[in-house]
Structures are given as C-alpha cells and as structure tokens.
C-alpha cells in the first residue's frame, strides 16, 4: 500500500513539473512563431497603444499577438528588446531615450530629435524607429480656463508677473530632477514660483480644479487636461524636451515578418495629443479596460483601412 501511495505521489509529482516546464511568465518565454510580443510600459497610454498596435496586426495578418505588461522604466522596457522577450515596443519617447538609453544630450527641436533617435537606434540596435504616432507626452504648465482669463495666460513667460503669489503643485521628483526639472527651468525663464508643493502627479489635477493650487506641472497627453477643461499655457522658450511617440521595432522582427511594417504605418500621424488625452481619459477617468478602449477607437475608424 505505501508503495502505491508514493508511486502515485512520484507520478503526480512528475506531471506537476511537466506542467510547469511547459509554462512561463507571461510575454517573458520565447513564444511561438505566429506569435508577436508587443511591450507595453505601467502606464495608461503605453497599455491602450499595446493594445491598438496588437488589433491592427490581428486584423491585417494571419499573426497573433500577446501584450507583455508593466515593463516598468523605459530601461526594462529596452533590455526586453534586447533580450527577445519583446518584438514590438508600443511607445517610445524621443525625449526619454536621448537621455536615457542614447546618453545624450537634449535636442530641443522636435524634428531634429526625431532624427537622431531615428539614425542612433538603428546604428546602435539595429531597431527601426518609427515617425510619431501623432501626439507627444511631455511636461506641461496647466491652469484652470478661468484662472488664463483672469490673469492673461497663454505663455509660461507670463507666468512671471505674479510668480511670488501663485501656489505650484509638482510632481517632487521634477524640482529635483537635472536637466529639464525646476532648477533648469528657473536658469531659463528668470523666476521661481514663491510657494511649490510637492505632489504626486496623478493628484496635481484634482488640486487645479478644486482651486487649491493656482498652477501645475502637467503630462499634455492626460486625459484630466480635456476632462477638467484645463489650458495648457505655451512652453514659449521652448524649454522641455519633445516627448514624442512612437512604435519600435527590431529590422530582424519586420523581416521576419513581411507585412507588419505596412500595418504599423496606418497608425503614423493618425492620434492626435487632444485624441490620446481623451483615450486615456476614458480608462482613467471613467474605467474601461484598455483593451476595450483600443478596440472602439480602431472600429470607430475602420482600422484606418
């Protein structure tokens, strides 16, 4: 009997660890052929345009896709690529990966950043980079639509008048960071803001429309900017850094893959800041699951046939 019970306990065992050598973390083992990996970052926008980029190749080929989440800095999100675990990054920022995975310098005109990050990915990774989805997420001064009229705003310079009064809500890790943070920001333009309150970003907008800070440090592409009717004053010294998107993908993957190329250019220019504001808004601010989101703005415009 006890012989039994430890061959039936050995055979258990045994089926137990066939079943686990046949799985993985998701998105993170080598997946099938048909298969098509596509990273998304741990925040809104990156998981709708995962999910956007993943319809488009199920619609217009034969592929399937799977969304590998919460790839949590732009670093993992890279070393993923490298590694193979991913095949398709969903949005990469010109702004960041200058800095970041490039080392280099601030180009402050969008175009030109554009450029270098277009020639650099693809001396260096043999990645193509492709022009912008159509929109950009960069840092951005926000006040409410009354507080512009009362006070004539429509470019940071004219911010300056009142500065010493005005309550500044900011995420803490831009007035420390180098660069494009606050100290940066005060060599540009000649001022300081008299009273700054750290905050965490996602409460800056609920302080704005409550009226309990007078300006803050915004993401343009938020979809609260839209929802909250919130006006984005004019960067007019042109201090932060583009942060336009973009899909990247490997030169090896889109030969491997003939077709996805194609189905990756009826997106280019087609998502406009004012239309990402308003997707992310719609799973931010009233709850639907990304994947839905994606799925009705793709049928909404006939998969941009």
């Not at 970052?41 to 217009?60: C, G, L, R």
């Not at 270098?116 to 001396?123: D, L, M, P, R, S």
């Not at 190329?261 to 997707?279: A, H, P, S, Y």
Request: aromatic content about 10%; overall charge neutral.
């Amino acid at each position: 009997m006890k012989n039994q019970k430890r061959k039936w306990i050995s055979a258990l065992l045994a089926g137990c660890l066939l079943l686990i050598s046949g799985c993985s973390l998701p998105g993170l083992a080598g997946s099938s052929s048909n298969t098509l990996r596509i990273g998304a970052q741990n925040f809104t926008e990156s998981e709708i345009m995962a999910y956007i980029v993943a319809d488009m190749i199920e619609h217009y080929t034969e592929k399937q896709t799977t969304i590998v989440k919460n790839l949590g800095s732009n670093t993992v999100q890279q070393k993923a690529m490298e590694n193979g675990d991913v095949d398709i990054a969903a949005t990469r920022y010109t702004g960041t990966d200058l800095s970041s995975t490039l080392g280099m310098d601030a180009e402050k005109d969008p175009k030109r950043a554009l450029e270098i990050v277009q020639k650099e990915f693809n001396k260096r990774f043999d990645y193509k980079w492709f022009d912008s989805y159509g929109f950009d997420n960069t840092y951005a001064f926000a006040v409410t639509q009354k507080m512009a009229k009362e006070h004539n705003l429509e470019t940071v310079s004219d911010l300056e008048k009142n500065a010493k009064d005005y309550r500044f809500g900011v995420d803490n890790i831009w007035l420390k960071k180098k660069g494009d943070g606050y100290e940066g920001f005060v060599k540009t333009y000649g001022f300081k803001f008299a009273h700054t309150y750290p905050m965490q970003i996602g409460l800056v907008y609920d302080a704005l429309k409550n009226e309990k800070m007078d300006i803050v440090l915004a993401y343009s592409s938020d979809g609260r900017i839209k929802a909250y009717d919130l006006k984005i004053i004019k960067d007019d010294k042109r201090f932060f850094p583009p942060y336009d998107a973009s899909p990247v993908v490997p030169k090896k993957v889109l030969k491997e893959n003939p077709g996805l190329e194609k189905v990756i250019n009826r997106l280019i220019g087609k998502i406009d800041t004012e239309q990402m504001q308003e997707l992310n808004y719609q799973v931010d601010g009233e709850l639907q699951e990304p994947a839905i989101v994606a799925k009705n703005f793709l049928e909404k415009h006939n998969y941009f046939e």
